[in-house]
């Protein structure tokens, strides 16, 4: 069965300190997130990409977090430098990108906890 | 921005027990799923309800959307150790079917 790939899963950093997520979603999936989960609530989305596009970034802290799909395939979230509160699990998801008024399933991976000393 | 208020926040509850999770909000939603997150996972679709009323059942797990579409439920019977876990609804707004504002969550523990 098709899965969204992450890595790493664990990473502990300090703070000011760059990291960087990866993340390969499924094979044929046009749309990509990113998410910031905290411990216990629910995810947050911060960019979603359609292909290589950003569609939305509006709650992506643009001074420090950047991300990119280059290719339209895998993609890559950097944070730099990293603060005490971006501890968090950090999800990506992918879908088919569908659209009109079909539900567009999102497939999450098993995501990246940071912690950041 | 559209907010949907889980509750309770918190359960625990012994093997055999029923329970009931409520998703709402004020808004409306032209979609709502839920997932069902282990602790080091990501979270994992159970269900997806589109139209109002709808019931669906998976199991010993049942799910209802509101008729106005702004709420919805989750029951499940006779839970198990297996059921815990975090507990998230997430709807999608009318007109963006890709994109999904979470709920709250639901803690819920199952113990023997």
């Known amino acids: 069965e098709a899965e969204v790939a992450q890595s790493p899963r664990y990473k502990i950093t300090e703070k000011s300190q760059a990291v960087a997520f990866w993340c390969d979603p499924i094979?044929?999936?046009?749309?990509l997130y990113w998410y910031r989960q905290i411990l216990g609530q629910g995810p947050e989305l911060l960019v979603q990409?359609?292909?290589?596009?950003?569609?939305?970034d509006s709650q992506l802290p643009k001074d420090r977090f950047s991300a990119e799909r280059l290719k339209g395939v895998d993609s890559t979230l950097k944070i730099q430098p990293a603060e005490l509160g971006d501890s968090a699990m950090y999800l990506c998801?992918?879908?088919?990108?569908?659209?009109?008024?079909?539900?567009?399933?999102?497939?999450f991976g098993p995501g990246t906890r940071l912690t950041v000393l | 921005t559209q907010l949907l208020e889980q509750s309770p926040q918190f359960l625990s509850i012994q093997e055999g027990e029923n329970l009931t999770v409520y998703c709402n909000s004020s808004?409306?939603?032209?979609?709502l799923q839920w997932y069902r997150q282990e602790p080091g996972e990501g979270p994992v679709l159970l269900v997806t309800?589109?139209?109002?009323?709808e019931v669906k059942k998976l199991k010993r797990l049942t799910f209802q959307f509101g008729d106005a579409r702004k709420d919805s439920s989750l029951h499940i019977t006779a839970a198990q150790p297996g059921d815990t876990g975090l507990y998230l609804c997430?709807?999608?707004?009318?007109?963006?079917?890709?994109?999904?504002?979470f709920g709250t969550g639901t803690r819920l523990q199952v113990t023997l």
């Open positions: 309800v589109v139209t109002g009323g």
């Open positions: 990409f359609q292909d290589e596009s950003v569609v939305d």
């Open positions: 094979s044929g999936h046009a749309t």
């Open positions: 808004s409306v939603f032209s979609s």
């Open positions: 997430a709807g999608s707004p009318p007109g963006t079917a890709s994109k999904l504002t």
């Open positions: 998801a992918s879908s088919e990108g569908l659209a009109g008024g079909n539900t567009d399933t999102q497939y």
